[in-house]
């Protein structure tokens, strides 16, 4: 109406409420308005038309993804809003298609009626459809062409042709006496020679295989008629959640939950999660909550035991494990088996355990073995990886079946791409492993491996041992990745191949974070604040980002704080947030200038509050229809949050559209890392390199090497292997090149030379003092971790613009030997200092005689002549107006056969503007000895 008059209406498309109005119109049709007077078959083809569109939006056949509802239709541009759940399916669905489209009208005599409604299309079949114990299938084709089973309105029953008129129309049909009564001009084409025993409702058995198959998924197994052993058991287990859990659980998980005293059903609870309990496992009841989980235990492996109270046979155990499909929360485990005491003190498994299904399953699961009689059992499981094993019940039973052959399975493994996570060279990787549990010794494994790479390329997996984990490219390219998992005797694999693609990073890090919250109220989506998209307001509609109305965390009082958090895998540099407020002016407000803060934490327990810079004030960041930037003093953090504590008017609740967290790149990290190790020592990379960011600040970034293994080090190399490491927030890639030597002795090598340094810095600004150095040895190979420096500095020298020399004293481990080089050097330039003299300066030691002397050199290399002295602790020499590409040089004798290291100072005396102007250089000598 709205769309069609512009009046009335709502510009919203509800499945509900299309539930309501629907039943009204087909009762119309058939009941109320027969002569089609105010409502025809037209209109309840539209409403049919929509409803089908609503399952399949936008035509995408893949999955039915339909809404709750979709709203704010712009028929000019054709778009729409939808709220968050998808794939919600509602009964009418399906009653719609088989009551009106088909016809078939429910009854609970031994009859078929049909009274279809002329919706006008133009062929349609029902097939298969469970009817009183018996195969129901509804076809309309007008000439018989479309399935080629004959023209017209036809009815089968198992598959034989029992009825067909000439049209749609009202019919009904008695298949015990193969009549048919037809409505007036309706006229039957075809009645089958012979009829069908059909039952009514009351007297139709509930031996369908799929009835029976969905009724033990409940805990009613229609096929046992032995004893529940289980009932009144004596139960322990390996570990039971403590309390609640602390994660903000969704509400839906309890029954009539409501944060006001709405929609209350009896029994329900204002807590989100029932007391998980034990003495849930065999209280006759396979709903989900209560249940047993062990939620927080700290081990891969558990149990659940019974005490039967005296020796009992049995052959049939029954679990209903319980899936919550939260992250972090309850799953059917990887794998269970059952297990009986061994005699001993400890537990055995039953042999030869048949289960159904073979694999772990969410509700129904059963091992049926050969008979046992025991006092005790144990249900043994292993968790899912980072999931834990809730059971709502367990079922036990001497039920005499047959057991069938029992083989060990191989293990089911799944692998995928997780392409909303992919970034520069990189992507997640995604592998699901579930078995049957045997061998009953042995571990299910898992892990990710390389099939193929672009030539030259090194892969790099955040966690080969992982179920999920990143993987990094070095190159470019086409890639094959192949996820495995072994049961100790069966290797099970499948294979995913992805193209990895540079990709611009930008200083924008949300876009990599993973995001939770204090709660999400269920139709809004959490995970789209740190889409790039910008709002068309603040009042958007449902589903647009994080809300948290109805939420027990609302952000409406210090007590009821909500929160919103970016996590990163490493830490990242932030120096501002941007934030696009959620509000709709009703239940949904944004907070007051003085109820929110923006937070940081190293590890997601403990928080600190951001500085705000450059006049940014949390009271000038609360605007609506736009992004409210709040800058702060640079931080590095691995967490950072939104919590608000208070809102607008009489808000119930608050939300975040979008929310973006600003930092800077990576310039350069010092790679690649050199590392010198002996043969058979498994070296250990660096956690985190030195980095430079752009804006010049320097910091640690953390990186994750491929592995090194121990036959990479098994033998010594002449050249090293290399390894890489990944920073996937900065999309950062490090090489290491690792030497392999033999093992060396106490001061067994030496340095050849040393890497010097060069800065320059403000006046008053402190230098940047390396604490590792690169250095080359006499076994020709390299190292820049394992050398430490100790610096000589007087932080008073930057006080006075000038070019200095820092000495820094080599931190030598015990296998370097002091004979060669230990010192490096790093030329210092405060401010703008006076015109360098260019001179060069070396120094070194030497024997003669069976004495120790100090040589010194200095070259000008300048186009002045200049004076030059010579110092040492050994004596002095100046020597005047040294000539352009002449040298002054002195040897001087320690009259000693041995000297320590020292230093040579050389002062370089020339005019500039009439005036003399000195400069000094430092050169670093080594000790010696004449022995």
Request: a negative charge; charged letters at 20%; hydrophobic letters at 35%.
């Amino acid at each position: 109406d709205r769309t069609a008059y512009g009046i009335g209406g709502s510009n919203n498309f509800s499945n509900i409420n299309f539930t309501v109005q629907y039943r009204g119109v087909r009762s119309a049709l058939r009941h109320y308005d027969p002569e089609q007077k105010y409502v025809d078959p037209a209109y309840a083809k539209r409403l049919l038309d929509w409803m089908a569109w609503s399952i399949y939006p936008n035509a995408d056949l893949r999955a039915p993804n339909q809404a709750e509802y979709y709203s704010n239709w712009n028929p000019t541009a054709k778009t729409y809003n939808r709220n968050n759940p998808n794939h919600v399916m509602l009964g009418n669905m399906n009653y719609i298609f088989v009551e009106d489209m088909a016809g078939i009208q429910p009854r609970s005599d031994d009859k078929i009626e049909l009274w279809p409604i002329q919706f006008g299309y133009d062929h349609f079949m029902v097939n298969n459809l469970r009817y009183h114990g018996q195969n129901v299938t509804v076809v309309w084709d007008p000439d018989g062409s479309e399935y080629g089973l004959g023209a017209g309105y036809s009815l089968f029953l198992n598959g034989a042709k029992k009825v067909s008129t000439d049209k749609l129309g009202k019919l009904t049909y008695d298949p015990n006496t193969n009549q048919v009564q037809a409505e007036e001009g309706v006229t039957v084409t075809f009645t089958a020679d012979d009829g069908t025993e059909f039952p009514s409702a009351v007297n139709t058995p509930i031996s369908d295989d799929r009835v029976v198959s969905y009724l033990k998924t409940a805990g009613v197994d229609l096929t046992e008629d032995a004893p529940n052993l289980a009932a009144g058991a004596e139960l322990s287990s390996s570990y039971t959640q403590q309390g609640v859990r602390p994660t903000p659980w969704r509400q839906f998980h309890t029954p009539g939950w409501s944060s006001t005293s709405m929609n209350y059903t009896p029994g329900a609870i204002k807590e989100t999660e029932r007391p998980v309990s034990l003495n849930a496992v065999n209280d006759g009841v396979t709903a989900n909550e209560p249940y047993w989980g062990n939620y927080g235990t700290t081990e891969r492996n558990g149990y659940v035991e019974l005490d039967l109270g005296s020796a009992k046979s049995f052959d049939n155990v029954k679990v209903y494990f319980v899936s919550d499909r939260q992250a972090g929360g309850y799953r059917e485990p990887a794998r269970w088996w059952i297990q009986v005491p061994d005699g001993d003190g400890g537990w055995k498994e039953v042999p030869n355990q048949f289960k159904n299904p073979t694999v772990p399953s969410a509700k129904f699961n059963e091992a049926l073995f050969h008979s046992v009689t025991s006092n005790k059992l144990r249900i043994a499981f292993t968790n899912s990886p980072t999931l834990f094993t809730a059971i709502s019940e367990i079922q036990v039973f001497d039920s005499g079946r047959d057991v069938p052959d029992v083989s060990n399975q191989a293990p089911v493994v799944t692998a995928a791409r997780d392409g909303s996570a992919d970034g520069n060279l990189s992507t997640r990787l995604v592998g699901t492993a579930t078995d049957d549990g045997i061998p009953y010794d042995s571990e299910l494994t898992f892990g990710w491996e390389t099939v193929s790479a672009p030539q030259g390329a090194g892969v790099i997996f955040a966690d080969a041992k992982a179920l999920a984990t990143r993987v990094t490219g070095t190159v470019p390219g086409d890639y094959v990745f192949r996820f495995h998992a072994t049961d100790g005797e069966q290797r099970s694999e499948a294979t995913i191949a992805v193209t990895l693609a540079e990709r611009e990073v930008v200083a924008e890090f949300g876009r990599s974070a993973t995001i939770t919250t204090s709660g999400t109220a269920s139709w809004e989506n959490h995970q789209r604040v740190n889409e790039t998209s910008t709002p068309t307001s603040s009042n958007p509609g449902a589903g647009n980002g994080w809300g948290n109305w109805g939420q027990p965390q609302n952000g409406t009082s210090p007590e009821r704080a909500a929160w919103i958090q970016y996590r990163w895998e490493a830490p990242v540099r932030l120096s501002s947030t941007d934030i696009y407020w959620y509000d709709d002016n009703g239940g949904t407000r944004r907070p007051n200038g003085t109820t929110y803060a923006v937070e940081s934490s190293a590890d997601g327990t403990t928080w600190t509050p951001v500085t705000l810079t450059n006049g940014s004030a949390y009271a000038d960041a609360v605007a609506t229809n736009r992004y409210n930037r709040l800058e702060f003093e640079p931080i590095t953090t691995s967490y950072l949050r939104i919590r608000i504590f208070g809102v607008m008017g009489e808000g119930a609740g608050t939300g975040v559209l979008r929310w973006r967290a600003n930092g800077e790149t990576v310039d350069s990290v010092r790679s690649p890392v050199l590392i010198r190790t002996t043969v058979g020592q498994v070296p250990t990379l660096p956690a985190t390199l030195d980095a430079v960011y752009a804006s010049g600040a320097r910091g640690d970034v953390a990186f994750n090497w491929q592995q090194i293994t121990p036959e990479m080090v098994a033998e010594t190399n002449v050249e090293p292997f290399v390894v890489y490491g990944t920073n996937d927030a900065y999309g950062l890639i490090a090489e290491a090149r690792v030497y392999v030597r033999p093992e060396t002795a106490p001061r067994g090598i030496s340095i050849q030379g040393a890497e010097t340094f060069e800065q320059a810095v403000e006046v008053g600004e402190l230098p940047y003092l390396p604490d590792r150095v690169e250095v080359s040895y006499n076994d020709g190979s390299r190292d820049n971790q394992a050398i430490g420096v100790d610096w000589n500095f007087d932080e008073s020298i930057v006080d006075t613009p000038g070019r200095y020399t820092i000495i820094g004293d080599l931190i030598l481990p015990e296998y370097v030997s002091e004979a060669g080089t230990t010192r490096t050097t790093l030329t210092l330039t405060v401010g703008d200092p006076a015109p360098a003299w260019d001179v060069e300066v070396q120094a070194r030691t030497q024997c003669t005689g069976g004495k120790v002397y100090v040589l010194v050199t200095a070259r000008n290399a300048d186009d002045v002549p200049l004076t030059i002295e010579l110092v040492t602790p050994y004596g002095s020499r100046t020597v005047s107006d040294v000539a352009p590409g002449k040298s002054a040089y002195q040897a001087f004798t320690s009259r000693a056969v041995a000297v320590p290291a020292g230093t040579a100072t050389v002062k370089v005396t020339g005019t500039v503007d009439g005036a003399p102007v000195t400069e000094q250089v430092e050169a670093p000598f080594g000790a010696l000895s004449c022995d």
